[in-house]
């Protein structure tokens, strides 16, 4: 079993970074896959970005191609969003989530995570 909590959120500027963290507890961290998710006041919860266990593949919703980038450090049980150009409408709530399974394919439903977190908000202004 995986728990996790998120920080790192804020207000920021249209145009400034973040670095947000998922920080897990429990032995199982290091051999499950991890993804972020974030959801907007009155729409549905979105992926973000999906990281292989060994870190070795991720995926990005195409929103956040080249702007974010996903890791994780097994040794600290952490996981990392790495949120550049930040724009107004990537303002949200982000969560993190274990994944059940790898899929190059199926990786953005919701649905295939689990252990979510309370999330952290990021708000950007224009």
């Known amino acids: 079993q995986v728990h996790v909590a998120e920080s790192g959120g804020g207000l920021v500027q249209a145009g400034a970074s973040l670095r947000l963290s998922c920080l897990a507890s429990g032995r199982t961290f290091s051999r499950v896959p991890m993804g972020w998710f974030r959801q907007a006041p009155g729409k549905e919860r979105e992926f973000v970005a999906v990281i292989s266990w060994n870190g070795g593949s991720t995926r990005y919703a195409d929103s956040v191609k080249g702007r974010f980038s996903i890791s994780r450090d097994n040794n600290k049980n952490t996981m990392y969003l790495q949120m550049n150009s930040l724009k107004p409408e990537d303002t949200a709530v982000y969560s993190c989530?274990?994944?059940?399974?790898?899929?190059?394919?199926?990786?953005?439903?919701?649905?295939?995570?689990?252990?979510w977190g309370q999330g952290t908000q990021v708000t950007v202004s224009s």
């Open positions: 989530a274990a994944k059940r399974v790898w899929s190059d394919t199926n990786y953005s439903a919701s649905s295939g995570y689990y252990s």
